[in-house]
């Protein structure tokens, strides 16, 4: 499928959403093409249907904002390759994600700690038996249940119990940041970093590079310096390029969890330094990932060996390969496309229309 520069819809008359120039990469938008997986109109459609399904938004809200929040066609710009019903599972796994995260945000924001401690409890028991909990009465339980339960079906055993283990950590991160938040912690530069590692799913998102491709990696390969490190430099701009444009949507909500909230707070930054410091560190991980992209396409001419299991290991690596790379403009265009980061257009700056509190227990 040929590369859609700016616009997720098949119109050649689309223009580029515009983009502030504190926002801006040119680097991203020259040297990052954006492509999307030739089931993205079909992936669309059907994970509003699935998020209906599952009671995950309500018929209203996902008839107003599901499109427009764009959650596909940042997958569908990012898992190049898989096969359909892969990418339709990663396409509802991560809206649940999102769901999750909002859910997460109004258990905060309204002090539900016990529902939080609840959720959180059975969240970690539908991970680890995920067909014991479809019929589950919290839809973000159930849907959990039914996402993973499809992602387990794609690779063996073991890369399901790395898939859970990785996820477990996840769940945990964010009870750390729930009660962060509920305190007004605001945690410092080291603190925030790590736990951003675990909040933001890094590991989660490069596990599922391997059902795309087709091939669980073996540990050589997962855990090769250059692999690891062009996997995290990927996540790692998404985190804080989503750090960078979400900054006046979490500052209008009291947030404390943001690079540029920790480095104002803890390194004396003004909040214009903050961000010129956030977009530094994004810069940075374009370019060490330009450079760390060659080694590990030195590691798949390695791997190619002439044998069945060489040749579909060196392909593996370059296909998981090319969707690192395809993150780095998925990431980009979606922070100007999706409405999750539209703030000055909401009624309320702290909350979004999207989000509907009596779904998650609010009167």
Not at 129 to 152: K, T
Not at 286 to 297: M, R, Y
Not at 347 to 361: I, K, Q
Request: hydrophobic letters at 40%.
């Amino acid at each position: 499928m040929p590369a859609f520069p700016y616009s997720t819809t098949y119109s050649t008359t689309v223009t580029a959403p515009a983009v502030p120039p504190s926002l801006s990469l040119p680097v991203i938008e020259a040297a990052f093409p954006r492509q999307l997986h030739p089931y993205w109109p079909r992936l669309q459609e059907n994970t509003r249907s699935w998020l209906l399904e599952k009671r995950l938004m309500p018929a209203e809200k996902v008839a107003e904002y599901a499109d427009g929040l764009c959650y596909t066609d940042l997958m569908a710009g990012y898992y190049l390759g898989a096969p359909d019903e892969v990418m339709q599972a990663i396409a509802d796994y991560s809206a649940w994600f999102f769901v999750w995260d909002d859910r997460h945000d109004r258990d905060v924001v309204h002090g539900r700690v016990s529902s939080w401690r609840q959720l959180r409890f059975r969240l970690h028991a539908a991970l680890d038996a995920p067909a014991e909990h479809l019929a589950h009465p919290d839809p973000l339980v159930a849907g959990l249940a039914d996402g993973v339960g499809r992602l387990y079906s794609f690779l063996p055993g073991t890369w399901n119990a790395r898939f859970a283990r990785h996820f477990h950590t996840v769940i945990e991160a964010y009870d750390r940041e729930f009660h962060n938040r509920v305190e007004g912690r605001i945690p410092g530069v080291e603190e925030y970093l790590a736990l951003r590692r675990l909040t933001f799913a890094h590991w989660i998102w490069t596990d599922l590079l391997e059902p795309s491709a087709g091939c669980e990696l073996p540990d050589s390969v997962r855990k090769h310096p250059s692999y690891r490190r062009a996997a995290l430099l990927s996540q790692e701009f998404a985190a804080w390029y989503n750090d960078l444009c979400s900054l006046p949507k979490e500052l209008a909500g009291d947030e404390v969890h943001n690079l540029g909230i920790s480095l104002v707070t803890h390194q004396g930054m003004t909040l214009e330094e903050a961000v010129e410091e956030l977009k530094r560190r994004v810069e940075e991980c374009i370019s060490e990932f330009q450079a760390v992209e060659k080694d590990v396409l030195r590691l798949a001419e390695r791997l190619d060996d002439g044998t069945v299991r060489g040749m579909r290991l060196g392909a593996a690596v370059r296909a998981c390969l090319g969707n690192m790379r395809n993150w780095f403009s998925s990431v980009y265009w979606f922070h100007h496309e999706s409405g999750r980061y539209m703030v000055d257009s909401w009624d309320d700056r702290s909350t979004p229309p999207y989000v509907n509190n009596e779904a998650a227990g609010e009167k």
